[in-house]
C-alpha cells in the first residue's frame, strides 16, 4: 500500500498533524489499546473536505504520518490510496454532529471493553475517571456490532452526546478531542479508569463514589491546560524511549 505525499503540500500543517496523530496510535497501542489490525483515529479537515483516517490493515503501533486517506462524510476517498476502514461512519457521524470536536478515535482497550460488557457505569473512584467528569461516560447499547452504517453512527454520536467517550457494548470505545492530544488523553484515561473500577469490584470492598459537585471541581483542578500539555509530553516521551529501544 503506497501513499502520495503530494496530498500535504496544498496544507503543510496537515502533514504536521497526521505526524502527531500517528504518534497517537503507537501511544494507544503501548497503554493498552492494540487489537492486531483494529483500531483507528481520525482527524477532522481543516479545509471541511471531510477527515483523515488511518488506513486499514495496519496495528496501531505501525502508523506512520504518510498511513492516512482523506474521505468525505459520505465515506468516499478522496485522497489518498490503502484499505478505508468498515468503521468510517462512526467517525464521520460524531464529526457531523459535534462541531467542537477534531479527533474521533475508536479502539478495543482491554479494561474499557470489558467493562463495556456490564451494565456499569464509570465512576469518580480515581482521578483519571475525573477526566470524564462533567458528562460520564454513556454507554451504546443499541447494537454489538461493528458501526459500518452512517444510521449507527448517528446512534453512536447521540449515545455520545456532548461527552468525551462513549461505550460500545461488547464491541470497544469511541473517544474524542477537540485536538489529538485531548483525544488521546481521554482514550487513556479511559482505559486505566475501567481497569481500576474493574479492581476495586473484585476486591470486594465496600466503596462510595466521591461528591458530584467535588468531583467536577477537582477536575478543573487537575486538568488544566498546563497539565494536559505536560502529560502528552510525557507519553511522546515514553514513545521516544520506546521506540529508542526497538
Same mark, same amino acid.
Given at each position: 500500500?503506497?501513499?502520495?505525499?503530494? /496530498?500535504?503540500? *496544498?496544507?503543510?500543517? #496537515?502533514?504536521?498533524? /497526521?505526524?502527531? +496523530?500517528?504518534?497517537?496510535?503507537? #501511544?494507544?497501542?503501548?497503554?493498552?489499546?492494540? %487489537?492486531?489490525?483494529?483500531?483507528?483515529?481520525?482527524?477532522?479537515?481543516?479545509?471541511?473536505?471531510?477527515? $483523515? /483516517?488511518? *488506513?486499514?490493515?495496519?496495528?496501531?503501533?505501525?502508523?506512520?504520518?504518510?498511513?492516512?486517506?482523506?474521505?468525505?462524510?459520505?465515506?468516499?476517498?478522496?485522497?489518498?490510496?490503502? +484499505?478505508?476502514?468498515?468503521? $468510517?461512519? /462512526?467517525?464521520?457521524?460524531?464529526?457531523?454532529?459535534?462541531?467542537?470536536?477534531?479527533?474521533?478515535?475508536?479502539?478495543?482497550?482491554?479494561?474499557?471493553?470489558?467493562?463495556?460488557?456490564?451494565? @456499569?457505569?464509570?465512576?469518580?473512584?480515581?482521578?483519571?475517571?475525573? $477526566?470524564?467528569?462533567?458528562? @460520564?461516560?454513556?454507554?451504546?447499547?443499541?447494537?454489538?456490532?461493528?458501526?459500518?452504517?452512517?444510521?449507527?453512527?448517528?446512534?453512536?454520536?447521540?449515545?455520545?452526546?456532548?461527552?468525551?467517550?462513549?461505550?460500545?457494548?461488547?464491541?470497544? #470505545?469511541?473517544?474524542?478531542?477537540?485536538?489529538?492530544?485531548?483525544?488521546?488523553?481521554?482514550?487513556?484515561?479511559?482505559?486505566?479508569?475501567?481497569?481500576? *473500577?474493574?479492581? +476495586?469490584?473484585?476486591? @470486594? +470492598?465496600?466503596?462510595?463514589?466521591?461528591?458530584?459537585?467535588?468531583?467536577? %471541581?477537582?477536575?478543573?483542578? #487537575?486538568?488544566? *491546560?498546563?497539565?494536559? %500539555?505536560?502529560? $502528552?509530553?510525557?507519553?511522546?516521551?515514553?514513545?521516544?524511549?520506546?521506540?529508542?529501544?526497538?
Amino acid at each position: 500500500m503506497s501513499h502520495s505525499h503530494a /496530498l500535504y503540500n *496544498q496544507d503543510e500543517s #496537515i502533514g504536521n498533524v /497526521l505526524c502527531e +496523530l500517528a504518534r497517537a496510535h503507537r #501511544i494507544l497501542e503501548l497503554e493498552g489499546h492494540g %487489537d492486531m489490525s483494529m483500531g483507528h483515529l481520525s482527524y477532522r479537515d481543516p479545509h471541511g473536505r471531510g477527515l $483523515w /483516517l488511518k *488506513q486499514g490493515n495496519l496495528g496501531l503501533e505501525e502508523v506512520e504520518a504518510h498511513h492516512f486517506i482523506l474521505i468525505g462524510f459520505d465515506g468516499d476517498v478522496l485522497e489518498g490510496q490503502g +484499505l478505508r476502514h468498515l468503521e $468510517w461512519p /462512526l467517525h464521520a457521524e460524531i464529526m457531523r454532529a459535534r462541531p467542537d470536536v477534531a479527533v474521533v478515535g475508536h479502539t478495543h482497550a482491554f479494561h474499557a471493553t470489558v467493562f463495556g460488557a456490564t451494565d @456499569g457505569e464509570i465512576g469518580p473512584y480515581v482521578n483519571h475517571a475525573v $477526566w470524564f467528569a462533567d458528562h @460520564g461516560v454513556p454507554r451504546f447499547s443499541e447494537t454489538s456490532h461493528i458501526v459500518t452504517t452512517p444510521e449507527l453512527g448517528t446512534a453512536v454520536a447521540a449515545t455520545l452526546g456532548p461527552a468525551e467517550a462513549v461505550l460500545l457494548a461488547n464491541h470497544g #470505545i469511541a473517544f474524542v478531542g477537540k485536538d489529538v492530544r485531548d483525544a488521546t488523553l481521554a482514550g487513556i484515561f479511559l482505559e486505566w479508569a475501567a481497569k481500576a *473500577q474493574l479492581a +476495586l469490584g473484585a476486591s @470486594g +470492598l465496600a466503596h462510595t463514589p466521591p461528591d458530584a459537585a467535588e468531583t467536577v %471541581d477537582k477536575h478543573r483542578r #487537575i486538568y488544566p *491546560q498546563r497539565a494536559r %500539555d505536560n502529560y $502528552w509530553m510525557y507519553f511522546n516521551r515514553k514513545l521516544d524511549a520506546h521506540e529508542a529501544r526497538r
